[in-house]
């Protein structure tokens, strides 16, 4: 994600769009080098994330200060595929993650980094997403991970009715430090680690 003015002047334009934002729901990595032994909190960007929940392969992290799961500012939720095994099928996962957010939001970037000898091919989404009381940029990283499909997602949140403003003012100082930190992250748990943890009824 570039901050061009180009950039900005899109964002700026999906933003000034207040009566569609306002009317979308809310939605709610890359070998074993990156395994953990254990997932029960991760380092994401300078902030401490600690496992709140878990459900058939849904996994989700908020700083510890973030503890309402109902109103929380930013997350990390790392989801495992196990019927994504290989390329093909986790650029249709992508596909599929992007349908989603087209249906619930805006599309800010896609990218996608080619297959090469020492690494599986990755996919990112940038979305903007919410309702009348949040907007909430979601950056998505699609890698394969132990044989699995992983979407790794980077959240941050900022409600009321007037977030417009300092979501844009956000994304534009936040946004592309965000993504290249989520494309060369390499503290995503492992797939082993995260069946581990303990899961919500």
């Not at 700083?63 to 939720?77: E, F, G, N, Q, Y």
């Amino acid at each position: 994600m570039t901050s061009s003015p180009r950039l900005r002047q899109r964002i700026r334009a999906w933003l000034g769009v207040a009566a569609v934002l306002t009317a979308i729901g809310a939605i709610a990595v890359s070998d074993c080098a990156m395994a953990q032994t254990k997932a029960t909190s991760l380092s994401f960007v300078g902030m401490n994330f600690v496992h709140r929940w878990s459900k058939e392969g849904q996994n989700e992290f908020t700083p510890a200060a973030d503890t309402d799961l109902a109103r929380w500012h930013d997350m990390v939720t790392v989801n495992v595929n196990d019927a994504v095994r290989n390329g093909d099928q986790l650029a249709d996962l992508a596909n599929r993650v992007l349908t989603k957010y087209q249906a619930h939001g805006k599309i800010v970037r896609t990218d996608s980094k080619p297959r090469t000898p020492q690494r599986p091919a990755e996919h990112l989404i940038v979305a903007l997403l919410g309702n009348p009381g949040f907007l909430e940029a979601a950056f998505a990283r699609l890698v394969l991970i132990e044989g699995a499909g992983v979407v790794a997602v980077y959240s941050h949140r900022i409600y009321g009715e007037n977030a417009a403003q300092p979501m844009g003012e956000w994304l534009e100082r936040s946004g592309p430090s965000i993504e290249k930190a989520l494309m060369q992250w390499d503290g995503v748990p492992s797939v082993s680690a995260l069946k581990q943890l303990l899961q919500s009824k």
